[in-house]
């Protein structure tokens, strides 16, 4: 069974730019969530997807990041504009009841704004 | 919300010994912990769990301890290996809540010298 999958896995922007990451989450699974991963520290969360429907985003910085699961599926994470302080982590995690909802995360994706 | 506390913040031992990293947690709604081990590159990968109607539970080298009434929990990892090196997390959740998001400590580098 593949994992979930994650493109790009390493993006460098100057800040300001435009910035997406896209996410594959296993098969199945209905459940799918983006965190921020900062240097030394642990996973938080960002949002969070039941199918298409966004059903925890208080944690996402709604004046420059925005997400879609548009299908149900797929999802894409973008910011824009970034910033210096947005250099992180972005980790996409999937998840279904079939599995008591524990999640499995993909690579992530290394982001660093200059 | 919830707060976990992870300590050490970094182990090292030598190949063979023991290491033990201890969580604690704020919530007692909590009732779901589980343990990830990050290697470099990747995203954080579920190694045990354990749930709060169990005081216990081994896993070949690993073993997770939880007390609820002091609302801590430990991650005991014997006959270290050197691919035994990573970053571990520790993690609580409400499994009754509905919203699935656990809550992670700020993770372990354990070093395994050969």
């Known amino acids: 069974e593949a994992g979930v999958v994650q493109s790009p896995r390493y993006k460098i922007i100057e800040k300001k730019q435009p910035v997406a990451f896209w996410c594959n989450p296993i098969s199945g699974h209905n459940t799918l969530y983006w965190y921020r991963q900062n240097l030394g520290q642990g996973p938080e969360l960002l949002i969070r997807?039941?199918?298409?429907?966004?059903?925890?985003d208080s944690q996402l910085p709604k004046d420059r990041f925005s997400a879609e699961r548009l299908k149900g599926v797929d999802s894409t994470l973008k910011i824009q504009p970034a910033e210096l302080g947005d250099s992180a982590v972005y980790l996409c995690?999937?998840?279904?009841?079939?599995?008591?909802?524990?999640?499995?995360f993909g690579p992530g994706t290394r982001l660093t704004v200059t | 919300g919830e707060n976990v506390e992870q300590h050490p913040s970094t182990l090292s031992v030598q190949e063979g010994d023991s290491a033990v990293i201890k969580c604690t947690y704020s919530d007692s709604a909590s009732n779901y912990f589980p343990w990830y081990k990050q290697e470099l590159g990747k995203g954080p990968q579920l190694i045990i769990d354990?749930?709060?109607?169990?005081g216990e539970k081994k896993d070949q080298r690993i073993a997770v301890t939880l007390n609820k009434t002091a609302k801590h929990f430990s991650l005991h990892i014997t006959e270290t290996q050197p691919e035994d090196s990573a970053v571990y997390f520790c993690?609580?959740?409400?499994?009754?809540?509905?919203?699935?998001?656990?809550?992670f400590g700020r993770g372990t580098s354990l070093i395994v010298h050969p």
């Open positions: 354990i749930r709060s109607n169990v």
């Open positions: 993690a609580a959740r409400d499994q009754g809540g509905g919203s699935y998001i656990p809550t």
């Open positions: 997807y039941e199918n298409e429907e966004a059903v925890d």
């Open positions: 995690a999937s998840s279904s009841r079939g599995t008591s909802y524990e999640q499995y």
